[in-house]
């Protein structure tokens, strides 16, 4: 069985590439799909924009406390998280230069190579306009540079809208709003979610046990398949 070739989606893109991934997601029917966020869940985006803000601040970064909750106000940011994230990626790179979390791209690597897994990175790096060209650029750089493998890169507020098996989440929004609309998710835990109850598919609180929650789900999606085939 070959993968469907790669695509990108973007979320406000000229030629309306969201229609794309969704077509994407009945396209991909007979492969389990994992719907993969970036930022808090493969990048270590928190301890990348901990340094930025401390800089752009001028607070000693020990004073900034690493436990943080959605828009930071622990760190005093206060109405300026925009020109925040513009001076992060635009000055500081941030999408080029942050750390990938521990494990996250050789546990992708390893289910890019079952046949049957479809690996499709969801992610809202384009909130802020007038820098996408910026912030796809370093995003497909990084995750280049990291060898972490994806057959579909897509660029999207709605995360529901794009299909999956099981999302891997961490931004506490989407985690409820997934969940409202019935979809598998798996949170991958900071502080940011601390509050949220878990959902069916569970938390992770690092890799190695989103690997096991995520092949817990392939397990469960090969056995409805068999089911189904079986009817
Ligand atoms: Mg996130």
Redesign the pocket.
Known sequence: MTKPSNYICQWDAILNLEQLCSRGAAMGESHFIIGV?????VAD?YSYMRKVAAEWTGKDIDTLPTGVSWGLPEWGIGGEYASLHHFAVTQRELFSRVDPMPGAALTLREFSKMEDVRIRIITHRLLIPNFHKMAVEQTVGWLDYHGIPYSDLCFMQEKGAVGADVYL???PENIKKLSEEDKRVIIFSNSTNIRITDPPAGRAQNWTAAKTLLMNEYREYKSRIRGQELQ
């Open positions: 966020d970036l930022d808090g869940v985006f989440e961490d931004g």
